[in-house]
């Protein structure tokens, strides 16, 4: 292409501080180097993590930055040593590396890679080094993706090549939302069939996480959320059994146990809040019962009593839904692409970048599921 091997110049959203708006801004995108490629963002959605680093980590070192891990795009140039990708593929940039050299990324036993921002600094959640430069100040690539920007520069051991096919305004969800709550349910909790799952939180994530019980064969899969108004959303994904804590003057978890007769087979916590977290413990059965925590956090301890676990209980934590990103991508784009696994149902919004203020507004104020950005093309 014309512009291989130039600094390119783009709109991004940059977050120069925390708890402020994004400003759309021009960016200075720098070419590829060694085993890099550089990516046309076509479309991103929008996430919660997002969020949690503008409203609630707050980290002093993690601004100025472009936000956004949830996107789709096209090759624009390729740096030497990429071999796997060429100008014109069809990509989706990965907020988890997969090395495929490391002793994780060599074991079937975890998705994590020992590369990639989560291992240099992930208190910032983003790389001292970044590709991005604007009004002369190096800007923060977030989460290694910064998808919230026309273009973006990522190692190629943190992209999955997918089908041409693929409509990008969709399969981005699988950058991160749609797989963490998915593969929670199928690969981390190892739902059964005919079991009785239950699933804190109806985001996107959350929804997710419904639809891979379903999938996995669960019977009974108990919706628990404050929000009545996503319980007809969580039908459309195989929830069976709607709980608001609010309509009750008891914990969630003595609920959970009377509904079933001693507590659910699996639950996942896909809020991102402690207390929940110790709540699905609590409602799983003693004896086999497995919980894990999905939703993101890192800024309080949670405590539980040994008894919970030593009566059998497993809890368990979920990071992108254990799938080996550069293999799972693509996978979860064929299960779309073969109609076992939604994606359109997850979009209540479609946006433009110039609005990402209003579709974290939205989001912010739970009156959507997922938005999803027109980034280029």
């Not at 400003?23 to 479309?43: C, D, G, M, S, T």
């Not at 996942?268 to 409602?283: D, F, H, P, Q, R």
């Amino acid at each position: 292409m014309a512009t291989a091997g130039k600094v390119i110049k783009c709109k991004a959203a940059v977050a120069w501080e925390p708890n402020k708006p994004l400003v759309i801004e021009e960016i200075e995108v720098a070419p590829p180097q060694a085993n890099e490629l550089r990516i046309k963002i076509v479309a991103t959605g929008v996430c919660h993590t997002d969020l949690y680093h503008l409203f609630e980590g707050m980290h002093k070192d993690g601004f100025p930055a472009v936000l956004g891990h949830e996107g789709a795009g096209i090759v624009e140039s390729v740096g030497p040593g990429v071999t796997e990708f060429h100008p014109g593929d069809k990509v989706i940039p990965l907020f988890i590396a997969q090395c495929r050299e490391c002793r994780f990324c060599k074991s079937p036993k975890t998705n994590q890679c020992v590369k990639g921002w989560a291992v240099e600094n992930p208190s910032a959640m983003a790389c001292a080094e970044s590709r991005f430069t604007c009004k002369g100040k190096k800007v923060l690539q977030f989460m290694g993706t910064s998808t919230f920007s026309e273009y973006t520069v990522m190692n190629q051991i943190a992209v999955a090549k997918i089908d041409p096919a693929a409509p990008l305004d969709k399969v981005c969800l699988l950058g991160c939302g749609v797989c963490t709550g998915y593969g929670a349910a199928v690969n981390t909790a190892k739902v059964e069939p005919g079991s009785t799952c239950a699933v804190f939180g109806l985001g996107a994530v959350g929804l997710a996480a419904v639809m891979g019980c379903k999938n996995a064969g669960a019977k009974r899969i108990i919706a628990v959320d404050i929000n009545p108004d996503k319980f007809e959303k969580a039908k459309v994904f195989g929830a069976n059994e709607f709980v608001n804590p609010k309509d009750h003057n008891k914990p969630i978890n003595q609920v959970l146990s009377e509904m079933t007769g001693g507590g659910v087979d699996f639950s996942l916590e896909c809020v991102g809040n402690v207390e929940v977290m110790v709540s699905a413990l609590e409602s799983c059965v003693k004896g086999w019962g497995v919980s894990v925590l999905v939703g993101w956090t890192d800024l309080y301890d949670f405590a539980a009593r040994p008894i919970q676990l030593i009566a059998g209980r497993t809890w368990k934590g979920s990071l992108f839904g254990g799938f080996k990103s550069k293999d799972g991508v693509p996978q979860m784009v064929k299960a779309y692409l073969d109609k076992k696994v939604k994606l359109d149902e997850f979009i209540t919004h479609n946006m433009t970048l110039a609005q990402v203020n209003e579709a974290i507004e939205l989001m912010k104020n739970g009156k959507c599921i997922r938005t999803v950005l027109s980034v280029g093309l």
